[in-house]
């Protein structure tokens, strides 16, 4: 197309994707460079994660043509597709629970030693190099199943590193890292493009594709609408095409009057089950009135999802304190409690704690409110269906219908089952840990609004984020937690990015 | 209804379901003696027990567990039912004895049933030991008290209302029949209309997702071994009464045949995902085999070997589906 055009490493020509009841992919053509950051921009179900699954082998069944260096292809899976050079980082965790880090990361191509066996000495040192590279400070032999979703991505990142892959496709990397993981990733990035290496780069967050993209290809509901270099066009442009139509104005949060205090907690704290006498958080008190959102800022590990999941009564006698429900003390000994007193919790995995993803959308939308579907104490399948159907509407569930399984949903049309799941419970307070990771902005905005039209029916709500504008954008007053303590409170005109990031750092002392 | 219909006969149902119609095509063309009246309630017969049994497992298995205590809770039950009936209970030392009518029997087996799922089903939510590791343990337990019970001994004589619950007919349906055909149909409707059978499959599918919907996943856990401990229970009241004896060793293996019905019915050991309908469907292949291939003569050892075969191929039938490639 253009004379300067590097090296093109991967094409994809005229792919279409079905799956029963959707067309995935209609026609889509996208090109990886040598030795640039190429990226893929589109609405939830757009279809980005699909064209990576074929592109990595994942998927074999499809029409159309990949070829790998100007000759066609056909990877009969994801191993196949490695061994040629190509290597990903899904959107979703797929990592070995009870296994290490170091085992994790070469699960499948652990290194031999002359017996045959595997050389663990090795692998651990060839772990130490990778982390290192990502600034990681976990032994190699930390169980997997320990470690937060942020510190999880990282392994996968460190995994897709060690295959030395030609080309490297992220899928939404950076949704559960922490501002300066991601920076660490950015210069990482950097470091493979100029080695030569083609990254595939999807996101949500415009501002990680101006800060890096080279090529732009956009995507919407399965058609290609356009590629181009990142400087013939601009953020606004891209955000035009992906939606299709004029972006709407930005989020902007009203001001709502204040009710009674919905939720107090006094001095909480909650023990740490493995180490006695220690405490994962410790003296944590606040307040959240009818209309009101509280926003809890953190480094990851802070103990922000800790403080949610306590609330929630997921740890029961370990916490201490005392918990506050318009006023009266409460003690939630089982998430079944915090339901009963209108709590709803939105948790940050949506596909490990959010969903059951071998049921339908309507089925999880109704779990935690089924005893309003009863008709003569038996599920009414009829007020099921209607109740979810205004649901999707509502909250635009891409998908062909209700009956479509949880796990065949795109990610960002995951999170919008789980949040009208918890909508339907009409809970008083609500919980939301990272509500937005993953989510289109489009999407974004209507959740923006959804939160704010909750706050004005009179509900407290309490949000977890990591990211800055989005927490100073939706909260009247932000939290913040630094290692299990509250670190810093902050009401709204006293909001700044180096405020909160300040009393989020822990001293270095 | 019709829908209700639709959503009980699911899709991976007709999969097994297919299997069965062949196997029976086959066995009529093989066998003269096979598509008779007379044969067709003998299958029916013979599979009810494990029907009843597979009911509860399937449950069980949905939840994402296991329970390999079922034929020890099978005869424990059936043993209490023919000895107080037979026997009474009494106490010399206090000088107590109680007689016992035909429904206080089968209450008192109900119960045995009830207490041993219930412990099951206490010592996995409570202590977190492993389905199968508790429900190993209650094998044997139960096994032994049965044998004390018994001392070894079968036993037999049980009077009038076992044996028509055992061999009796009703309505030209023979009893044992009846009630397998109410138990599937009851739960089957429980599955799929109560909150409770909604939650089965949801804490099956993700514990934890279920967990923070608020649902009480101990308490629902608790039930459903119960609820295994209570269809074990009628099994071992049928049995008993078809043989108007108490077996000491009655019921040993039926773990197995029972498990292999709900896998043949393709419900997920991993839990989250199958059918009573499934399991129905997965019991009559497994009666129809064993029926089928005595009529034709085929050796007790060799029939074995078959029906292992079955099993396999019924899974990988099952599991075989175009599309995502795997490796
Ligand atoms: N296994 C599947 N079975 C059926 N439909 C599927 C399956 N996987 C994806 N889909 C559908 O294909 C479409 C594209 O999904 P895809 O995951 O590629 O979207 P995406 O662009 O990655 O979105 P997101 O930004 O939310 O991750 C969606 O409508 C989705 O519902
Ligand atoms: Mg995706």
């Known amino acids: 197309m253009y004379e300067s055009d590097p090296e093109i490493l991967l094409e994809a020509r005229h792919i279409s994707k079905q799956f029963p009841g959707v067309l995935a992919l209609n026609d889509v053509g996208f090109k990886v460079y040598a030795g640039k950051v190429n990226a893929i921009v589109g609405e939830n179900g757009a279809g980005k994660s699909t064209l990576m699954n074929i592109l990595s082998g994942v998927y074999s069944d499809y029409q159309g043509e990949v070829l790998l260096c100007g000759r066609p292809v056909s990877f009969s899976g994801t191993a196949d597709a490695q061994r040629q050079g190509i290597a990903m980082i899904h959107q979703e965790l797929n990592l070995v629970p009870y296994l290490s880090i170091a085992q994790n990361i070469f699960l499948g191509r652990e290194p031999l030693n002359a017996l045959g066996l595997i050389d663990f000495p090795q692998m651990k040192r060839d772990t130490v190099d990778l982390l290192e590279r990502l600034h990681f400070d976990e032994s190699p032999e930390k169980l997997v199943i320990d470690l937060r979703p942020g510190q999880q991505q990282i392994v996968e990142i460190a995994k897709a590193l060690s295959l030395q892959a030609k080309v490297l496709i992220m899928d939404e990397p950076t949704s559960s890292l922490s501002e300066k993981e991601a920076g660490i990733l950015f210069r990482l990035i950097r470091e493979l493009t100029e080695n030569g290496v083609g990254v595939v780069y999807i996101t949500h967050k415009m501002n990680e594709i101006s800060l890096l993209a080279d090529y732009v290809t956009v995507l919407r509901d399965g058609c290609f609408i356009e590629a181009c270099p990142m400087e013939q066009t601009s953020v606004d442009e891209l955000v035009r095409k992906m939606v299709g139509r004029e972006r709407k104005d930005f989020f902007i949060k009203r001001q709502h009057r204040l009710g009674e205090c919905l939720l107090a907690v006094k001095d909480l704290c909650l023990r740490d089950p493995l180490r006695e006498g220690k405490y994962r958080l410790k003296d944590i008190s606040f307040e959240v009135y009818a209309g009101q959102v509280l926003g809890i800022y953190g480094l990851m590990g802070a103990g922000r999802t800790e403080l949610m999941e306590a609330l929630f009564g997921l740890y029961g006698k370990q916490v201490e304190g005392r918990v506050f429900v318009k006023g009266r003390q409460v003690k939630f000994n089982n998430t079944n409690a915090a339901v009963a007193e209108g709590l709803a919790l939105i948790p940050e995995d949506r596909k490990t704690e959010g969903l059951v993803l071998d049921m339908s959308i309507e089925q999880n939308t109704t779990l935690a409110s089924l005893k309003n579907f009863l008709k003569h104490g038996l599920l009414s399948f009829k007020k099921e269906r209607a109740t979810v159907e205004e649901m999707r509407s509502k909250l635009e569930i891409k998908s062909y219908s209700g009956l479509q399984l949880a796990s065949q949903l795109s990610g960002g049309n995951q999170q919008k089952v789980v949040l009208s799941k918890w909508l339907l419970t009409k809970p008083g307070i609500v919980l939301l840990d990272e509500p937005t990771r993953g989510i289109d902005i489009h999407s974004k905005n209507e959740i923006y609004k959804l939160m704010d039209d909750l706050a004005g029916q009179g509900m407290a709500l309490v949000v977890v984020s990591s990211e800055l504008p989005e927490i100073m954008a939706v909260s009247d007053k932000i939290i913040c937690l630094c290692e299990g303590r509250l670190s810093g409170r902050f009401e709204r005109d006293e909001f700044s990015e180096e405020a909160l990031l300040k009393a989020a750092l822990p001293d270095k002392a | ?327």
């Open chain 2, 1 to 327: 209804m019709k829908k209700n219909f639709k959503v009980i006969i699911d899709k991976p149902v007709i999969k097994p379901l297919v299997a069965l119609l062949l196997m029976v095509g086959v066995m009529s063309v093989l066998s003269g003696n096979f598509a008779t009246t007379d044969n067709f309630f003998n299958v029916l017969r013979q599979v009810s027990v494990n029907l009843c049994i597979s009911v509860g497992m399937t449950m069980v298995i949905l939840t994402g567990g296991i329970d390999l205590s079922v034929g020890s809770i099978l005869a424990l039950s059936g043993a209490v039912a023919a000895g107080l009936s037979k026997n009474g209970f009494s106490f010399p030392a206090a000088d107590l004895y109680v007689g016992f009518t035909f429904w206080g029997c089968i209450l008192a087996a109900l119960l045995i049933g009830a207490a041993l799922g219930a412990f099951n089903g206490w010592m996995i939510t409570r202590f977190k030991v492993p389905p199968f590791v508790a429900t190993l343990a209650m094998l044997t337990i139960a096994r032994g008290l049965t044998m004390l019970y018994t001392k070894g001994f079968p036993i037999t004589g049980l009077g009038e209302s076992f044996s028509f619950l055992g061999t009796g007919w009703f309505l030209g349906v023979p009893m044992p029949v009846w009630v397998a055909l109410l138990i599937v149909a009851f739960f089957a409707f429980f599955m799929l209309k109560t909150r409770t059978g909604r939650y089965i499959y949801a804490i099956g599918g993700n514990k934890k997702a279920s967990l923070l919907s608020g649902i009480k996943v101990n308490k629902i856990i608790l039930w459903v071994y119960t609820l295994a401990g209570i269809l074990s229970a009628v099994a071992g009241l049928m049995v008993t009464a078809r043989l108007d004896s108490a077996q000491p060793n009655a019921g040993s293996g039926y773990e197995l045949d029972s498990i292999a019905a709900v896998v043949i019915g393709g419900t997920s050991l991993s839990g989250g995902k199958g059918s009573i309908a499934g399991t129905v469907v997965g019991a009559l292949i497994i009666g129809v085999l064993n029926n089928g291939l005595v009529l034709l003569n085929v050796s007790p050892f060799w029939q074995q070997v078959i029906k292992g075969f079955v099993i396999l191929g019924a899974v990988i039938l099952d599991k075989v589906s175009p599309g995502k490639s795997e490796n």
